[in-house]
């Protein structure tokens, strides 16, 4: 019989935070809808629980008692991956559909398997006389295998954000407002993802290579994953877009209101279903240019919070595509770019004018078409260099500041 151990402090945090991965991983699963990108979640929750029960009892005496257990960690995190950029792709592609070819991401896992299998399959006396050798055991855990592991986490994290940063371009081509894109919620994930892997790697060499002060913090950088998962749940329950039908959180298009429609001698034609080759003249392409800027500067759309391209395109009586083939050819600039320059200059017009004194910040952003104040801050940075408050106190104004 081996002696017993004694869960400490860390050891429990670890246990909390896999129960609540655990009730995450079961509410996705239960879920009757958006079926797809909730299995999917809920398996990488449901492996993050599993890893964080295993770091939790690693020690000599667990591993001895229950030596089958052993060296699954050089394995599960070769899951977490694939699951990221599935997940990544599902909730991005309108029309994602899985495709047996997908296995092929998991092959880094498949491998790593088959070069274990023969560890796996050892009989548990064998095992443990290993594991008795605590020195040799430490040495094989910060091995080569596991350095590979963090060459996989780091790909595939990279091709998720690259996926991703493609999709909220393709976003800035038809919202004019950051609210509508409710993926940046996925965004946050990754990045948060980003950096535990940044902070584990280091902590891996520096326990590898024996550097005093990061080498102590192992394992407690595991408690990254226990914040990251308790913010999962507090995004889940926050958002309930994520949890719900339609799978895509933030579709690729705007839905029309209504469907235009023009005879076409017996035969009803979508007016905007199938974009048709941009094959006009420089002259035309120029004055639908000048329809666009003139549907901001004289009718002033941009005023609309909810004003997105395909609203654009009715005002001007224009197919979508057009529109945007339109903005990005000639004017040059994403729809969201476009029509937040116009909405920036109104709140500088706005800031300007006596008669708004008494407006805080935010609401002279609403005044002028924006729609949150998360978006209103980046573009009024990247526009003139400086926050709103900023702007103001060049300015020598003062009114109350909420932003």
């Not at 963090?150 to 609210?179: C, G, M, P, W």
């Not at 509508?180 to 290579?209: E, Q, T």
């Not at 400086?386 to 300015?395: E, F, G, N, R, V």
């Amino acid at each position: 019989m081996y002696l017993s151990y004694k869960m400490n402090l860390l050891d429990i945090i670890l246990f909390i935070g896999a129960g609540q991965g655990i009730l995450l991983a079961l509410l996705l699963f239960s879920r009757g809808t958006n079926k797809r990108n909730n299995r999917i979640l809920g398996t990488l929750l449901g492996l993050l629980a599993l890893h964080l029960v295993l770091v939790g009892n690693d020690n000599a005496t667990f591993f001895l008692e229950y030596p089958h257990l052993s060296r699954i960690t050089w394995t599960l995190p070769l899951l977490y991956g694939p699951l990221i950029f599935l997940l990544t792709t599902s909730l991005t592609a309108p029309r994602f559909k899985w495709r047996w070819r997908y296995l092929l991401l998991f092959t880094p896992f498949i491998l790593f398997v088959g070069i274990l299998m023969p560890y796996y399959l050892l009989p548990a006396q064998e095992k443990i006389a290993y594991l008795s050798n605590y020195e040799v055991v430490l040495q094989e855990d910060f091995g080569w295998m596991n350095q590979i592991t963090n060459v996989v986490h780091v790909f595939f994290l990279a091709i998720s954000l690259l996926k991703l940063r493609t999709y909220v371009q393709r976003l800035h081509s038809l919202y004019s407002d950051e609210q509508h894109m409710r993926l940046l919620w996925l965004r946050d994930l990754l990045w948060g993802v980003f950096l535990i892997l940044a902070f584990s790697v280091l902590v891996f060499y520096s326990r590898k290579w024996g550097w005093p002060l990061l080498s102590a913090v192992y394992p407690y950088h595991f408690l990254g994953v226990v914040v990251l998962l308790y913010w999962i749940g507090y995004k889940a329950l926050g958002q309930p877009l994520l949890f719900r039908a339609d799978p895509m959180l933030g579709t690729l298009e705007p839905q029309l209101p209504a469907i235009e429609q023009r005879d076409t001698g017996g035969a009803t034609e979508l007016k905007d279903s199938v974009p048709l080759p941009l094959a006009v003249a420089d002259s035309t392409l120029t004055d639908q240019a000048a329809q666009i800027q003139n549907a901001m500067e004289q009718d002033k759309l941009y005023l609309d919070p909810e004003l997105d391209l395909v609203k654009l395109a009715q005002h001007l009586d224009m197919p979508r595509y057009q529109v945007s083939a339109v903005l990005n050819g000639v004017i040059q600039k994403k729809f969201y770019d476009f029509v937040n320059e116009y909405r920036v200059a109104e709140f500088q017009r706005l800031a300007a004018d006596p008669h708004y004194a008494h407006y805080t910040l935010l609401a002279l952003a609403h005044e002028a078409g924006f729609n949150s104040k998360s978006t209103f801050n980046a573009v009024f940075k990247k526009n003139t260099g400086q926050t709103p408050s900023q702007y103001y106190q060049k300015q020598g104004a003062k009114v109350p500041i909420e932003v």
